[in-house]
């Protein structure tokens, strides 16, 4: 290379499969297994050598699965869902074993998205249980059944005698992971 360091090959250390094709002043990084695609950095060139030790594939452009999921709750999640990866098409996406749940709070990983580190797991509906949303004290008088193919859910009050019907709203929305109304607003039953 035509840097002012001194550089070989040799110096640099490869993973994964990892190899550096070099010629006309810069070393491309090939990664030839379809299980990690993309290589990091794509190139060892005079901008990078200086911070440059080692070149690895990583099985997204933007990293590892791994950094997207909480591994302690890893195995605990793929007994509840499945995860099908395209990596050379950069994503990786989540379904539930049980038809009647999705994948919270995300369904996909793609490099698009900010690494979650969060465990993925299967619930009512994209937004989580309704257990877990927010809406206030009164919300507990609330009884919510979920279509976890339409993102909607109905709320009916049942066990509140003089109080028959849901407040403000009758129905809440999940739509790609986002809860509509937005968590805060006090969903009760009125009379």
Known sequence: MPCDAPFTPDD?????????????????????????????????????????????????????????????????????????????????????????????????????MVPQNIPARCAGTGCGDPSGWNYGDGFSEVTVSCNSTTGTCDLTCVDTPGRTFPYPVMHVQCKTHVLTPSAGSIIRCAG
């Not at 030839?32 to 901008?47: E, F, K, L, Q, R």
């Not at 890893?74 to 395209?86: A, H, I, P, R, Y």
């Open 12 to 112: 640099i250390y490869t993973d994964n499969g990892a190899t550096l094709a070099c010629s006309g002043g810069s070393c491309a990084v090939t990664c030839p297994t379809i299980d990690y695609p993309h290589p990091s950095p794509a190139t060892v060139n005079c901008s990078n050598i200086d911070t440059v030790s080692n070149v690895t594939c990583t099985q997204l452009s933007c990293g590892f699965i791994a950094d997207f999921l909480d591994l302690t709750s890893l195995s605990e999640m793929l007994t509840t869902m499945e995860m099908n990866c395209d990596l050379p098409a950069d994503y990786c996406e989540f379904t539930c074993n049980d038809d009647n749940l999705v994948p919270y709070p995300f369904s996909t990983i793609t490099c698009d």
